[in-house]
DNA sequence: CATTTTACCTAACACTGTTAGCAAATGTAA
DNA sequence: TTACATTTGCTAACAGTGTTAGGTAAAATG
């Protein structure tokens, strides 16, 4: 019976070659340069058969959104578990958010439709539900300790995502305009105040 | 001689009609439904005509991209004139900047690539630089009469910036999850960090 | 062995932006 | 008025796009 494994094994293998051939022109050539028919010519098979592996263009892209929601998540987690000071781990998480940003350009362009047509992203709610969690927390430490008890944690996580994805879109917007070290000065600005205002 | 006069005439109203149309269709069915082919039977011409009032698609977006920017630098600028004290006057900026994108919702999309393929932007510096004039003038004033002297105007210009398009990005990506309100106080908030972090 | 399922392909549909080439109308000059 | 030149507008095509209907041949199943 190892047959219908077999059979699996292989369909298994031509998502993954679709998604493979999907990634290498996306990051060689950019979202807008991939088509079905460019996929099915890569993957010397016909293009119906990428119908087969997923229901259509969109679900393809969808691929990519969550596996960026969760590296994000992933990342932010591994971030904030470098110190225990609330303060620090809102400062690691911006970093570790912005280098996400930076180190999967492509990923966060999708995720959020930048410059692009995004696509439904809304079936990623675990893995947006975990991001906001990680960085809520230390935003709710940081208000108990300071002397602004009645700042509400849920708005203060909005703004702080805001800023850090303002900088990014114009960073991406501008190209290279602008240089990193710049760009870095001022999220490290922005950021440090949104923790001094938290007080 | 009039009749050369006359021609011209209703050459450019042709041209109205072309933009007038694509308006319509952007504002009733968003970005994405508009195509050469439908403005073209929608003006009861064909395809060719379009060509020869815009050199491509892409022409015709960056008109109405332009159209916003010079929008927006009224705005802003009306804002400013409100008051004199700069503080307040960032508190105007940014409001305005606000109700505009929300007034302008599908300019807004365009001008920054927001969820669909943006045009090339970079003629548009004319009007940018307004923008960013108005905006740096307060800041440099609230820097200077507070109490850290050293702050670089252009990067918390930078900043300002991004907090606004970094809210109304996610406001706009979220659809009507969050209400108005709970969006305009992570404004007020953040702005009024803003404000306090230059002294 | 017969039947059903699976895998896969060709060819089409309905769109998109863009352009070559032609025909008719109009303007200009001899 | 006639001859030429310009403008105006069209049809039809090219080269793409996502998507799907329908058919064939191979493989698995009863």
Redesign the interface.
Known sequence: MGISERRLREKEKLRSAILGTAWRMVTDEGW?SLSIRRIADAIEYSVPVIYDHFENKEAILFEFAKEGFQLLAKKIEEAKAKTKDPAEQLRLIAYAYWDFAARYKEHYKLM???????CEVEKCLPEKTTFRKLVIEPITELIEKGNNPKA?PC??Y??F???????I??KN?RGNA?SDE?NK??MD??IA??V??LN
Chains 1, 2 share one sequence.
């Open positions: 807008q959020y439709g930048l410059g692009m047509q995004g509400n708005l203060k909005y703004t995502w805001s800023i850090l994805h303002g900088l879109s114009i917007m602008v710049i000065m001022v600005d922005a105040g949104f001094k205002n």
